[in-house]
């Protein structure tokens, strides 16, 4: 999952190299607007009334330590400060409405105040300030678009206010340090990547989200721990939004066929929730005999006494496909089966794309290669007819032969 946007990311930094806007050289030259601009031991300060004028761009001088933007100015252009690397200190004035994309990226600035009256923060406002500590986003932001926050390693800590609706693909990407976040109660849309690559412990998603896209979060050294609603609709079949958890604890209802999205050790259902349960990590029909779903990453699955059914979708977790990096992966080190289990229920609670028509040996070998492994199986009812675990083997891609091996020769 680490590597799916490497491309992506790659765009984005030629970008910064193709697009060329020249640094002003006489910064202390008036302009003929109502804006004027002074530098004077390294601190740049912008005064007078209006928007800065789309030309007055400091990209790339070596003088600037610091900038002031007084309050009257109402708008920012792109790329205004952005590689000044020097710069470490700005303050922006409480009439700013607008911060231009790029605008502060590749700097030193350790802290910023958003404005209240800013309702966006631009594409890449702050990329790449890895020198960045604290943010305090202003009241009525509705929306962080793509790579605002992008690879800022000090950031340990945001808070997204109730205003934002939407955070866009990779807003914090490789914020490494970032250990907390606190979601607005506004928040819709959660895009690709937001916060993958961080080390956010715990995160409660609220209920007003409708929508995450691939890798949402993905905790780099640590599995992140997950409140989540349990009807949240994921935008690209079979993509997973939530990768490396420790336990996903769902605060609403659960639509099964969010579960192909998640990868997760544990799985906690709601108790109110009319049509399953989870036990040990694991869900079950609310009855407790249908064994609907195991945790992708639990490596010990101990099927718990009274489940009489297993579904072939528990253990369905590489559907062939072409989209191979984003397949939950599944190795199971011990797996039980009680001797309440009479039969393997054909029946799928997730919807799976079918096969392609025209799929190659290769790629079929590359989604056999990271499929279900199982080491060990343990079958309680000595009569159990190995035929019908045979079902559910062949429904899955995983080592068969070996398994029925090792069960042949107990």
């Not at 721990?225 to 939530?242: L, R």
Request: aromatic content about 8%; glycine content about 4%; charged content about 30%.
């Amino acid at each position: 999952m680490k590597n799916i946007f490497k491309s992506l990311c790659f765009g984005l930094l030629l970008a910064f190299t193709v697009i060329s806007v020249n640094p002003v050289k006489d910064v202390n030259a008036a302009t003929k607007t109502k804006v004027t601009y002074k530098l004077d031991k390294g601190t740049l300060t912008v005064s007078g009334k209006g928007e800065m004028p789309k030309k007055m761009t400091f990209k790339e001088n070596k003088k600037i330590k610091k900038v002031v933007i007084k309050n009257g100015i109402t708008s920012i252009p792109k790329y205004a400060f952005s590689d000044c690397k020097k710069l470490k200190k700005v303050v922006i004035g409480k009439d700013v409405k607008k911060i231009g994309k790029y605008a502060f990226s590749h700097t030193k600035v350790t802290s910023v105040n958003i404005p209240n009256k800013v309702k966006k923060i631009e594409t890449g406002t702050f990329a790449y300030c890895k020198k960045l500590k604290k943010v305090n986003i202003g009241k009525k932001v509705t929306k962080i678009k793509g790579f605002a926050f992008w690879n800022c390693n000090n950031i340990k800590k945001i808070e997204i206010p109730n205003s934002v609706k939407v955070i866009e693909k990779q807003a914090f990407y490789k914020c490494k340090k970032l250990e907390k976040v606190k979601l607005g109660n506004n928040v819709q849309t959660i895009g690709n990547a937001v916060f993958q690559t961080t080390n956010i412990k715990n995160v409660k998603i609220p209920n007003s989200v409708k929508a995450m896209g691939v890798a949402a979060f993905d905790s780099d050294k640590t599995k992140i721990n997950v409140e989540i609603p349990g009807n949240i609709t994921v935008d690209k079949a079979h993509w997973i939004s939530v990768c490396n958890a420790g336990k996903i604890t769902f605060t609403t209802d659960l639509n099964i066929e969010l579960i192909q999205h998640l990868e997760a050790e544990d799985f906690e259902v709601s108790k109110n929730d009319p049509n399953y349960t989870s036990i040990d990590g694991n869900i079950y029909t609310k009855d407790g005999k249908t064994l609907v779903r195991v945790a992708a990453l639990k490596k010990n699955v101990r099927i718990v006494d009274g489940c009489e059914n297993i579904c072939t979708s528990a253990f369905l977790y590489t559907p062939l496909g072409l989209n191979w990096e984003a397949k939950l992966r599944k190795h199971i080190d011990n797996l039980f089966i009680p001797k309440t289990v009479k039969n393997i229920d054909e029946k799928s609670y997730i919807t799976y794309e079918s096969e392609p028509e025209k799929i190659t040996s290769e790629e079929r070998a590359k989604v056999q290669k990271g499929a279900v492994t199982i080491n060990n199986i343990q079958i309680e009812n000595k009569n159990f007819d190995v035929n019908i675990l045979s079902k559910l083997l062949d429904k899955v891609i995983c080592n068969k032969d070996e398994v029925l091996k090792q069960l042949a020769a107990k």
